[in-house]
């Protein structure tokens, strides 16, 4: 093991199971040994799989006016809650998350 460092993955817009977010990134640090979260927004539930907690945030809207606003917020909501070490952001909309959790601490 090599830390017990908290980073969670953000992403409003990207599938699930997306390749390089869960596989090459999410589940690789996970099996080093970090605590990895996916914060997802797909309305399929949360899951753990591969020592990988996903927590998703409810279906995305069909429009993306409504991802960049109602998506956003339900997302920086469970990262604020999470309380992380390192936060990852994987969609340009989640750009203002980045700066509210920087000014959290």
């Known amino acids: 093991m090599?830390?017990?460092k908290s980073?969670?993955?953000l992403s409003s817009?990207?599938?699930r199971y997306d390749t390089r977010i869960f596989i090459k990134m999410c589940s690789s640090l996970a099996e080093l040994g970090y605590v990895v979260s996916l914060v997802i927004a797909d309305g399929l539930g949360d899951e753990v799989i591969n020592e990988l907690?996903?927590?998703d945030?409810?279906?995305k809207p069909r429009g993306r006016l409504s991802r960049m606003t109602t998506t956003v917020r339900c997302v920086f909501n469970?990262?604020?809650d999470?309380?992380?070490d390192v936060y990852h952001?994987?969609?340009p909309e989640l750009i203002p998350i980045g700066i509210m959790l920087k000014k959290l601490g």
């Open 89 to 91: 952001l994987h969609d």
């Open 13 to 15: 817009a990207h599938p």
């Open 57 to 59: 945030v409810g279906a």
């Open 78 to 80: 469970k990262a604020r």
């Open 53 to 55: 907690s996903i927590f």
């Open 82 to 84: 999470l309380d992380a």
């Open 2 to 4: 090599i830390s017990s």
């Open 7 to 9: 980073i969670v993955h």
